[in-house]
Nanobody, 113 residues
Framework: QVQLVESGGGSVQAGGSLKLSCAASGYIFSLCTMAWYRQAPGKERESVSSISSRGGTTSYADSVRGRFTISRDNAKNTLYLQMNSLKTEDTGVYYC??????WGQGTQVTVSS
């Protein structure tokens, strides 16, 4: 069993930055591919970024590549998402996921123009 708790969301103006964290409990964190998803109002949940269990492989949605950076600290059981040059279209609830099977409750990110 893995429990995930996201934090770091908030309101920011376009062009600003936020860093999300996802704290995980459970022994399998270091074995899981971790991912960030987001859901904008009225839209389906979409994949933002993922990172392999040891951090050697990352992937990004085209819409965030070059602006967002995913990382993890397995010693701290924590996943991160550094978001720079935020755009209004980045607004949504951001969720972390472990092994494609466990989900956090989400953290709201609001980017205003």
């Amino acid at each position: 069993q893995v429990q995930l708790v996201e934090s770091g969301g908030g309101s920011v103006q376009a062009g600003g930055s936020l860093k999300l964290s996802c704290a995980a409990s459970g022994y399998i964190f270091s074995l899981c591919t971790m991912a960030w998803y987001r859901q904008a109002p009225g839209k389906e949940r979409e994949s933002v970024s993922s990172i392999s269990s040891r951090g050697g492989t990352t992937s990004y949605a085209d819409s965030v590549r070059g602006r967002f950076t995913i990382s993890r600290d397995n010693a701290k059981n924590t996943l991160y998402l550094q978001m720079n040059s935020l755009k209004t279209e980045d607004t949504g609830v951001y969720y972390c996921a472990a092994c494609g099977n466990y989900w956090g409750q989400g953290t709201q990110v609001t980017v205003s123009s």
